[in-house]
Every structure is written in C-alpha cells, then in structure tokens.
C-alpha cells in the first residue's frame, strides 16, 4: 500500500470513529487518496460539490443545524482559499468544522509547481487549532500518529465550550490512488471500535447566582446556548424575554416581540432601566437594543466560554459560565407594563402591515405564521433577519438559524442546503436576491447527491434593500449604481438554469400554497425598495404613537 493511501484510510477510519457522520468533497487531483477512502467508507454520508465556496458553507450548515464536526475536503491552491470566508463564519459562531487542505509535499512548495501555494495556518487565527500533517512516510509508528491526531482535530472543533474550526493540511506525494497493494509495515486498524484516544468531558460549570429581583430582563441574541432553560428560570422570576429570532427563545406568554420599538422609544427606554440584564448568545440586530444595552447599570454576559465572550456594547459587568435566576416575590407590575406596552404597539403594527399588500416587514411575519411545526427557518444577513426580529410574532416549534458570526451574505443558498440536510423536518430559507444571486452554485446538485426538502423563498427588490434604510440613501447621485446596485437578473430563469422548481408570488395571500412542495425549490416575491423604506417608516412613526399612547394613559 502507498503510503498516500494508508494516510487517508486510517485518518478517515478514526475520524468516523470519533463520531464523524458528514463529510464535503470538493473535487481535485492533490486530495484524491481522501477522495477515495471516503467512497469506499460506508459510515458516512458523503457530499460532493463543485464549487469550493459552496461546499464549505454547506459543510457549515450542516455543522450548525447537527451541532457536530463535519469534515470539508479539497485539493491544495486556490481551492483551499475559497474555504476561508466560511471559515472564518464558523470561527466566529462557533461551529465545528474540520477543514482538511491536501497539499503539495515541501520539495514542491516553493518552485512554482502547478496549484502549490503557502497553505501553513493559510486561515491564520480564524482556526481553533491548525496542525502540518507532514508526508506520510512507510515506517513503524505512523498509524499511532495519525490516529491521536484525528483524535485531537476532531474533539477540538467539538469543544467543549468553544467549538470552531480545525485545520490539517495534508502534503501528499504520488502515488495518489490505491495500488492494488493492501500490505503496510504495522497494522492500520485502531484496535477497539471506540476512537484511539476518548477526551473527557469538563463537568459543568459553577453557576453565578443572582440576588432575587421583579425588575430583570432576559436578552437571546444569535448563537444562545440553554435557551429553553433560561426562558423557563425567566419566566418563573418574572422577567420579560426579548430575543432575536435565531437566539430561539421568542415564545411564551414573556416573549417581547416589539421591543426594537419600545427601546426605540425614548421614554420607554428610559422608564424602563432594569436592575440587572442577563444576555445569552450575540445580539446585534436591534441598535434601539443595543444603545439600551449600553447603559445598562448591571449586565450579566452568560459566555459557555471565558475565554471569548459577546459584549459589542462594552456594558458587561460580570461574565459567567452560568447564571441562576432565583424566584423572586412581590408584584408583577414590572413584567405587566412590558407586556402591555408589547400588545399595544404589536397591533397597531399588524394593522399597518395588513394594509402594506406585499411588503418585506409582512412577508416576514406573514411567512412565520404559515409554516408548520418542526420547521427550520434559515434567515439571510442584512434585511430578512431584521424584518423578521422587527415584524415576527412570538411563535413555539420553529427552530431558527442564520449566520451572524460575521453577517455575511455569501454562501448562504449553501448553508441553508446543509442545514436541511441536517434538519429532521421541512426547511425553509428567507434571503434577498443578491444574496441569491452570490451564491446560485449551491442549487447545483449532482445526480447522486442527497437532497433536502428547502424551499428558498427569494425576496427581489432589485438590489441592496437595506441602503435604502441607512444614511448612503440621501446621496442620491451616486446611491443607486454604488449602494443600491441593481442587477435586471430574472430568478426564473436562475431557477431553470439548474432545473430548480420555481414560483413567482405576486400576491401576499399566495404565499401559503406557493410553500408546499418537497425536496428543493424557489418562492421569489417582489418588491419595491423605495416602498419598503416607506412601510418602515410607517411602522416606526405609528409604534411609536402606540408607546407614547400607551404610556400617557
């Protein structure tokens, strides 16, 4: 046996053994001996995918839906570079992948031999861990190596705590393909079924316990770990919840859906300061919240890790592992004026988008309420997620995701892809057209690859909606080619292009039968940008007539 292929055979054997389930092929010379060590592992459900890019950020959705490592392969140049905005993505929103480059060996590196770049640490300090793999060598004591090495790359993107991506670069000389030859210096197999090396788990951390008070409020920002447990404890002490939609915990009678409106609200805001503040998870949707946040007189950061913890407003004033909200007596005129200034503002909201027609804020509320329980909603960067935090109701048995660790809109069709794949039940995603149009390589899928039950639902202002919202829409000469950047692409024909079923919604109350379906499939919906700027305005203006309302009473 080559030694090429006995490395790639015993480091997908323990990897598997770890735990490994999922694994993405970008095709390529360099990184065949992997290539063909995965065909033959029936253990694992193998993706392959033509596009670089694509492939990383669908290993990323199917990492962030299964909450487990999964392997992202390719081939050594450039095809290891497009990995990196996805890995930068799962660095900052802690998900496992475990990125294996294949390389040239180091006598070719350097001399300008075909597709060989400088690939050591090429992610630098997005990785949780990188490792040289080094060139196998046909010798005593590499299986004992490559197996406590697996061992090592897998449970450090699980990380307990700080899970992330782990880079090895694999430098392979030729042979690259089995020899027909199955003899080798040492056995290959690891022994026992169970991995070569099992990494204890840390018991659980000691948890921060709060001095009982009525006057607290829960903050769910995107990536929230223990959602349920805290909402619960939340409830129990009479805390108001107000949470992003992809922190998960937008549910309950505690549930706050229009706070974005009320802390936006001055005198809401400022009569409103709690005692303390506990956060879970990364807000940033919401600057009304934000700014909130930042004067917050005591605000407990819950971070599973002590080492990286979420605090863009520089507020925090303790950060812990855990935290115990106690039960605490006494009235509930803290959380009733919450909740009563939330009914208010929430119907006169639900008046003014009932009558917006299509609507972006109204297709977002609209579209949570139709789909079914046991769904996955992947939300876009940039407008969808915040129309969703601004026009959702609160809403049980969704499980929302999305990618805020660095809010990019690249690669989401593909993230959106794994994470159905991962997804036991229907999926669904809500993106823009430009991030549609980024990244329509993800709806390429070979004959052979495992399909998920996704509909995309596209909403297609004709460029980058969100300008229209930020201060670069009073610069009115330039605004349109530079910030708004309209593209005149017809999605339909997008859809064609690689035999994805595709309908046009033209009316909001088409939307509930245009959803159905099965396996993949576009819904696009348009709208107009300078309209959907006026909605927002709208919504704005009448909330908060509704708080001011509501607090003169």
């Known amino acids: 046996m080559n030694p090429a292929t006995a490395l790639a055979t015993v480091l997908v054997d323990e990897l598997v053994r770890c735990g490994l389930t999922d694994v993405v092929l970008a095709p390529g010379s360099r990184s065949a001996p992997l290539a063909m060590a995965l065909h033959a592992e029936s253990r694992v459900r193998l993706h392959v995918r033509i596009d670089e890019r694509s492939a990383s950020f669908l290993a990323l959705g199917l990492a962030k839906r299964s909450e487990r490592p999964v392997a992202l392969i390719c081939s050594s140049g450039t095809a290891a570079v497009n990995f990196h905005p996805a890995v930068v993505e799962a660095a900052e929103s802690g998900v496992p992948l475990l990125v294996l480059t294949a390389d040239r060996p180091p006598e070719l590196r350097g001399t300008g031999a075909n597709q060989t770049i400088d690939q050591l640490k090429l992610?630098?300090?997005?990785?949780?861990?990188?490792?040289?793999?080094?060139?196998?060598?046909?010798?005593?004591?590499?299986?004992?190596?490559?197996?406590?090495?697996?061992?090592?790359?897998?449970?450090?993107?699980?990380?307990?705590?700080?899970?992330?991506?782990?880079?090895?670069?694999?430098?392979?000389?030729?042979?690259?393909?089995?020899?027909?030859?199955?003899?080798?210096?040492?056995?290959?197999?690891?022994?026992?079924?169970?991995?070569?090396?099992?990494?204890?788990?840390?018991?659980?951390?000691?948890?921060?316990?709060?001095?009982?008070?009525?006057?607290?409020?829960l903050v769910v920002g995107d990536g929230a770990a223990n959602v349920r447990r805290y909402v619960a404890a939340a409830g129990m002490a009479g805390w108001p919840v107000l949470s992003e939609p992809s922190g998960g915990g937008r549910y309950g009678d505690h549930a706050i859906s229009t706070y974005h409106y009320l802390l936006g609200t001055?005198?809401?805001?400022?009569?409103?300061?709690?005692?303390?503040?506990?956060?879970?998870?990364?807000?940033?949707?919401?600057?009304?919240?934000?700014?909130?946040?930042?004067?917050?007189?005591?605000?407990?950061?819950?971070?599973?890790?002590?080492?990286?913890?979420?605090?863009?407003?520089?507020?925090?004033?303790?950060?812990?592992?855990?935290?115990?909200?106690?039960?605490?007596?006494?009235?509930?005129?803290?959380?009733?004026?919450?909740?009563?200034?939330?009914?208010?503002?929430?119907?006169?909201?639900?008046?003014?988008?009932?009558?917006?027609?299509?609507?972006?804020?109204?297709?977002?509320?609209?579209?949570?309420?139709?789909?079914?329980?046991?769904?996955?909603?992947?939300?876009?960067?940039?407008?969808?997620?915040?129309?969703?935090?601004?026009?959702?109701?609160?809403?049980?048995?969704?499980?929302?995701?999305?990618?805020?660790?660095?809010?990019?809109?690249?690669?989401?069709?593909?993230?959106?892809?794994?994470?159905?794949?991962?997804?036991?039940?229907?999926?669904?995603?809500?993106m823009g057209d430009l991030s549609f149009l980024h990244d329509q390589n993800g709806l390429i899928l070979g004959p052979r690859e495992p399909r998920p039950d996704l509909c995309l639902v596209v909403v297609n202002n004709d460029g980058g909606g969100i300008f229209s919202l930020l201060p670069q829409a009073a610069v009115r000469d330039p605004f349109e080619r530079v910030f708004g950047t309209p593209h005149g692409v017809d999605l339909g024909y997008v859809a064609a292009a690689t035999g994805t079923p595709y309908t046009l919604v033209s009316d909001i109350g088409e939307l509930p039968k245009a959803l159905r379906g099965e396996g993949p499939r576009i819904v696009e919906v348009r709208t107009d940008r300078e309209e959907n700027a006026l909605v927002h305005a709208r919504l704005r203006e009448a909330a908060q007539d509704a708080v001011r309302a509501f607090l003169s009473a």
């Open 123 to 217: 992610y630098g300090s997005a990785t949780r861990w990188f490792a040289e793999v080094g060139v196998p060598e046909d010798r005593p004591g590499q299986v004992a190596y490559w197996r406590s090495l697996a061992c090592r790359a897998y449970q450090r993107a699980a990380g307990a705590g700080n899970p992330g991506p782990v880079h090895l670069n694999l430098a392979f000389r030729e042979p690259l393909i089995p020899d027909g030859d199955t003899e080798w210096c040492e056995p290959l197999d690891g022994g026992t079924n169970g991995p070569w090396v099992r990494a204890r788990v840390a018991p659980p951390p000691i948890a921060l316990h709060l001095p009982p008070t009525r006057r607290g409020v």
């Open 266 to 430: 001055p005198e809401f805001a400022d009569g409103h300061r709690p005692d303390v503040v506990v956060t879970l998870g990364r807000p940033g949707l919401s600057r009304p919240l934000l700014s909130w946040l930042a004067r917050a007189g005591e605000h407990i950061v819950v971070a599973p890790d002590l080492d990286r913890w979420p605090d863009p407003t520089r507020s925090a004033t303790q950060v812990a592992q855990a935290v115990e909200i106690p039960v605490a007596s006494g009235d509930d005129s803290w959380l009733h004026a919450w909740r009563q200034a939330d009914l208010a503002v929430r119907s006169v909201m639900d008046e003014v988008l009932d009558l917006t027609g299509t609507s972006e804020p109204r297709l977002a509320r609209d579209l949570v309420d139709a789909l079914p329980n046991g769904a996955l909603l992947f939300c876009g960067s940039s407008m969808p997620i915040r129309d969703l935090d601004q026009a959702m109701r609160p809403r049980r048995g969704i499980r929302f995701m999305a990618n805020r660790g660095a809010s990019g809109i690249d690669g989401l069709v593909s993230t959106a892809m794994g994470a159905a794949l991962a997804h036991n039940g229907p999926s669904y995603a809500l």
